[in-house]
């Protein structure tokens, strides 16, 4: 990789960490706003699922908050053990995007079961 594109992904990675930050930040204050809420309509499994089952709204909801997490967290994480491992490698990038497809499976997987049906 030349060392112009080089620059340009890390300057890429850079805004994609900061850009899903804020996406996550509005997404804490909603989720938490929520739970305030959902306190008083009451939280056993039957309550939560009445409120989101065949949910679009919480659907696009918690699936934004899943790929923004998908996003943000690999990018940090990359960082963070390319600093404390002394260099960054390539088996890095793959473990970290393994990472990612595992946290976007896992989290898109969790969104359909509280929200089809
Ligand atoms: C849930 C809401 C979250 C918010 C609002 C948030 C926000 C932020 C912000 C503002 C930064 C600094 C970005 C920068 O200086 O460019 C950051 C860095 C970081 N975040 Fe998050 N974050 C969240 C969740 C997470 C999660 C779930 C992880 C999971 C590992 C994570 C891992 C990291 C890491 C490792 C860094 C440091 C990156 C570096 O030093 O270059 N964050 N976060």
């Known amino acids: 990789m030349s060392a112009m594109s ?3 992904g890390q300057a890429l990675l850079w ?3 900061r850009a899903s930050a804020a996406v996550l930040a509005l997404c804490v204050v909603v989720h938490l706003v929520t739970m305030i809420v959902a306190v ?5 499994a039957a309550e939560i699922l ?7 709204g919480w659907a ?4 934004v908050f899943v790929v923004a997490v998908t996003i943000h ?4 994480m990359r960082t963070v053990l390319a600093e404390s491992s002394g260099g960054h490698r390539r088996g890095l990038d ?3 995007t393994a990472f990612a497809l595992l946290l976007l499976a896992a989290g898109l997987r969790a969104v359909y079961a509280v929200t089809a049906g």
Do not use: D, K
């Open 6 to 8: 080089a620059r340009r």
């Open 15 to 17: 805004f994609a960490q």
């Open 40 to 44: 008083r309509g009451g939280l056993t």
């Open 50 to 56: 009445a409120r989101t089952r065949g949910s679009i």
């Open 60 to 63: 696009v909801f918690y699936g």
């Open 73 to 76: 967290a690999p990018i940090g």
């Open 94 to 96: 793959i473990a970290m």
